[in-house]
């Protein structure tokens, strides 16, 4: 009887769960357990009648110690084992992903560059689609005799307005609203009479940036921009600029980022020549610092026009600027919010 304690009070404390002293509970407890059998290995015939008294006494003692210490486990495992209650919330459980929605992605293009701007100290200014003559041509530089005015076929309404063709009629509102120094992007939508096809539309968005300071140069316009474009793009991006002509800018440049698919080797996005045509740009011209109210003596600015469309196509691999203006809600729940 002895060993039987011992065997049981190591069993015990070898036992980790519930279960296992259920089991315990079995093997010297249960009908055919070893304190239940304990009796039948005893020779009673051998035995005195004081003798036996003595091992009914033991016997009855081993039964208690068993029946005693293995309800004290069983309730030690039951305390220690985390209270599992129907319909428990576990509120460390990781909350499942759901969606409020698709933010176009033009859009999240458009709040993606507005935060990297604002970061730099540009504030964002949209002003009106349906606009002036005079700050979407005359102040920019473009008098109505000018040629490009034909480069952009317009949407004229019957008051004389016209609906923008660029956000660069923002530039003078701009400057006459708030004066130089000046920081700021204008993204919104454009129009134009063209010709749809999978690279035009009738509608698109830009996004112009304006910064004019003192000794304003195309080294900070070339620092801003790659700044920029490898937030966008979260690398480190190479630019190139190459001249080009818009009549509100002196000199005039089409800056160019090398192609992200190949790095430069020459791909079918960058039709083999290792650039991409991206931002037009340049130092603000002269007259248009004037006819903004700013002396052109005293400032100097640089102006850039992003395509908003058009990024937004190379940053999601859009083949098709139609899609953009569909509203195909397949299309567009491909942009899921995640909340
Ligand atoms: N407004 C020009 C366009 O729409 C782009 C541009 C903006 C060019 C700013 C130079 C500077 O084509």
């Known amino acids: 009887m002895e060993e039987i304690k011992q065997q049981l009070a190591a069993d015990l404390a070898a036992a980790k769960s519930a279960a296992d002293i259920e089991n315990i509970r079995i093997k010297y407890l249960g009908k055919k357990g070893l304190v239940t059998n304990a009796a039948k290995s005893a020779n009673f015939g051998a035995m005195s009648v004081e003798e036996k008294k003595q091992f009914g006494q033991k016997l009855n003692d081993l039964k208690n110690f068993a029946t005693e210490s293995i309800a004290q486990a069983a309730e030690k495992a039951k305390s220690a084992a985390p209270a ?48 002036e003559e005079f700050f979407n041509f005359d102040a920019v530089n473009i008098p109505s005799d000018h040629p490009a005015r034909e480069m952009q076929d317009t949407y004229w309404m019957t008051n004389g307005r ?39 539309e009738n509608t698109f ?101 992003v395509g908003l469309t058009r990024l937004a196509m190379m940053k999601y691999g859009i083949r098709d600027i139609r899609l953009l203006n569909d509203g195909d809600c397949r299309f567009l729940q491909q942009f899921p919010v995640i909340v």
């Not at 698709?102 to 964002?124: A, K, N, R």
């Not at 923002?170 to 009479?193: E, H, Y």
């Open 84 to 131: 599992k209650k129907k319909n428990a919330i576990d509120l460390t459980m990781p909350g499942e992903p759901s969606t409020i929605g698709s933010l176009h992605p033009v859009t999240l293009v458009q709040m993606e560059l507005e935060s990297i701007f604002q970061g730099m100290g540009f504030m964002v200014y949209t002003g009106p689609e349906c606009e």
């Open 162 to 200: 016209l609906m923008r063709t660029h956000t660069s009629a923002n530039q003078v509102r701009t400057m006459r609203k708030f004066g130089a120094p000046l920081k700021a992007i204008f993204p919104g939508r454009c129009f134009r009479n063209e010709a749809t096809d999978a690279c035009h």
């Open 205 to 305: 968005y830009q996004c112009e940036g304006l910064m004019i300071d003192k000794n304003i140069s195309v080294a900070n316009l070339i620092a801003v921009m790659k700044t920029a474009l490898s937030e966008i793009f979260r690398r480190d991006v190479k630019v190139r600029l190459r001249p080009g002509f818009f009549p509100f800018v002196e000199p005039g440049f089409e800056l160019d980022l090398n192609c992200l698919i190949c790095g430069g080797e020459g791909c079918p996005t960058c039709k083999n020549s290792g650039w991409l045509e991206l931002i037009p740009c340049g130092l603000v011209h002269p007259n248009v610092l004037r006819f903004g109210g700013i002396d052109p003596e005293e400032y100097s600015g640089f102006a850039f026009g």
